[in-house]
């Protein structure tokens, strides 16, 4: 795909061709800075950008922007992650120009989990936008360097855009279409739900590149590693949008208790090494929730290491 | 229709209890349909009081009446003559019922009985759901006549989220996913393709947003 429009790092090594890789790590619920350093320290090597959530599950943290900045001062490459269930469309714009400032490259447009399953469950929503016009605001600012209102930005902000994606949620008819209304919008880069159902993330693969998507927008496969059979029921049976197949909840059974980690790992690296080999991903989005210090290792053990140096 | 749901009887009892002579004042139209405000509910509502404040040895007048509108000051008119003989009025009519009546009867209480809960249908005897927002730019002409903004639990004009699973919405299994049901129905259109037309920003200045809002019909005024 052509020259990079941003000066992204992730940006640049996808365009250069090279397999990207990313992860993410969740803010504190308290305001010590070190509790999100120290997990970027731990994946800093081995991975390209990395994502901070936006109050994921709804739960009041340290917010993304702030986290963003002690990244930006490490000298790393954060992807800020953004939804638009708690700010409106002023506090939005605003946001990305304060990211923008501290030279921020990378933004994740999300609609983001309803409050109810967070700690504010009697909190108002504000969805004055949806994921896909945030992606065109945040598009807007940059490409024609104006505010939605329609006044010029002095210095727009550069951001490489980017979405979720999920290839497993119902209808299972309009997840391409869908993706196809994300790039319409603007999007740059996708980064997939957990992908544990491979055979179904493949056919959805082919149908995007059937009509060109992955052409269009670089994807980034999304993986979670399963810390034991529990989680993996758990994510089966509670977490909405999650398609965790039997087969992979049995293999994990399979194993006594103190080696299911391992086995996680495992069926991490192997899906890692099976979706290399699936034309149109463009890289991995590896989601070790609590477990940054795994990173490395599936990084490494899936011959993503070193990562090139943009 | 406007859905109303009862308030809970020891509220209704907490709003009136320093009063000594009041009117439950239904009303015919919305409340009534949805079982919460109407001539039978005041009925109810009166004889729970007159028991409660009759073992609380108080002396209590509660007297009963249901217009046929409370929105509307023709019908409001028709308590004039009697408004004068109560301490205060426990209005079971809709939110927009007891505002008007407290502004028709300006130096007289009035409480309300009922819980404003939407704009909704009955589905069947006993269920209501909600179905409109009131957005005032209706969007349903897009959406295969299925309103994301009052049955999406994120509004969201480009769904669906990433949480709807089985044709149901993240926030619970008893709920359809609005977007699971646009798709749906726009697939027995034969109108698919129209998923893919990006719904541009909206302007919520004419919601609730944009301040209280009015209509005014200069055709129709006298
Ligand atoms: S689009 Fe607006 S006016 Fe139309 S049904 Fe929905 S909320 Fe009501
Ligand atoms: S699951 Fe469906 S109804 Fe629920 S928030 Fe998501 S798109 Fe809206």
Redesign the interface.
Known sequence: MSEAKTPSKLEKILRAGHLGVTSECGPPRGTDPDAIKKKAELIKDHVDAINITDNQTSMTRLCSLASCIHLKLMGLEPILQMV??DRN?IALQSDILGAASFDIHNMLCL????Q?FGDCKQGQ?V???????LI??VRHMRDEGKF?GGDDIKRPPNMFVGA?A?PF???F??RV?RL??KI??GVEFIQT?CIYNLEKFEEWMRLARERGLTEKVFILAGLTPMKSAGMAKYMKNRV??MDVPDELVKRLAGVPKEKQAQEGIDICVESIQRLKEMEGVKGFHIMAIEWEEKVPEIVERTGLHPRPKN | MIVADKKPIEEIIEEVKDHDKILILGCNECVTVCEAGGKKEVGVLASALRIYFLNQGKEMKIDERTLERQCDQEYLDEIRDVADDYDAILSLACGVGVQFTAEQYFSRPVYPGVNTCFLGATEERGLWTERCQACGQCVLASTGGICPISRCAKRILNGPCGGSSNGKCEISKELTCAWHLIVERLKSLDRLDDYEKLFPIKDWSTDRAGGPRKVVREDVQL
């Open positions: 638009t269930r469309r609609t983001g989990d309803h109810s929503n969805h004055d936008l949806d994921s896909m016009q065109q605001t939605l979720a999920n949620a119902d209808p008819e309009i279409p196809a209304k319409a919008a739900q909405p949008g």
